[in-house]
């Protein structure tokens, strides 16, 4: 599943490369067909205009989304586990998983950041790897929602993944789960006073019930998100 592949390219630090290889990884997803309709449509759109912006410039933009503050976070367990004592189990877990595919992890490198997680997923068998991210969707697709609201193209990439994670989610419970979820930073004050108090993802998730690499937040009551 070539897809997964191209989307964690695109969800990885921007580098000149993947400029240069655009048009190839857009190939490959309309080869593969995986994606449809208005999901395929908005992603090719911000794969255009991606490779038509200045490499430092969607540096500048990555690094402001992605690592400044905790609200568009990469790590997915963060969103869950915050920093609880279940965050270091789950990510063992989760590695142990990586190295049943001979999939190493780096130095400086976690297991629960997305776009490795979606490298993992491209050399797994479906069922296995679609049953990971279908576990992963409630929280990737809030995380869509955000960047959304932010008029940010990576919000397509993220309405991407989880359309091809068949997960059933009300586009209702995405808004709400937002609406809840960890808050945008203003402020260099405010992003201290974040990393000072971790949170876990919403209210209905229970980290005392979490199983060790248990990243689903309460489910949805049904529907396809847009």
């Known amino acids: 599943m070539r897809s997964f592949r191209v989307l964690a390219h695109l969800l990885s630090y921007p580098q000149a ?8 990884l857009t190939t490959v997803l309309s080869d593969e067909g995986l994606l449809k309709g208005r999901v395929q449509k908005n992603l090719l759109k911000f794969m255009n205009e991606f490779a038509a912006t200045d490499l430092m410039e969607l540096q500048e933009q990555y690094v402001e989304l992605f690592d400044r503050g905790r609200a568009h976070c990469l790590h997915l367990f963060e969103h869950v586990h915050g920093e609880s004592r279940f965050r270091g189990q789950a990510m063992v877990d989760l590695a142990d998983k990586y190295k049943t595919k001979g999939l190493e992890i780096g130095t400086g490198e976690l297991p629960d950041y997305l776009p490795l997680m979606l490298e993992f997923i491209s050399i797994s068998a479906a069922d296995e790897g679609l049953e990971l991210l279908e576990q992963a969707a409630p929280v990737i697709a809030t995380i869509g929602e955000k960047l959304k609201r932010r ?42 006073e974040q990393w000072k108090e971790p949170e876990a993802f919403s209210e209905g998730l229970d980290c005392d019930t979490c199983g060790p690499d248990d990243i689903i937040i309460p489910q949805a009551s049904g529907g396809v998100n847009g």
């Open 151 to 192: 008029k940010s193209g990576y919000a397509s990439v993220f309405a991407a993944v989880v359309a091809l994670s068949g997960a059933k989610i009300t586009a209702a419970d995405i808004e709400k789960a937002a609406d809840a979820a960890l808050p945008d930073i203003k402020s260099l004050d405010e992003l201290d």
């Open 17 to 24: 490369q993947l400029l240069e290889n655009m048009g190839e």
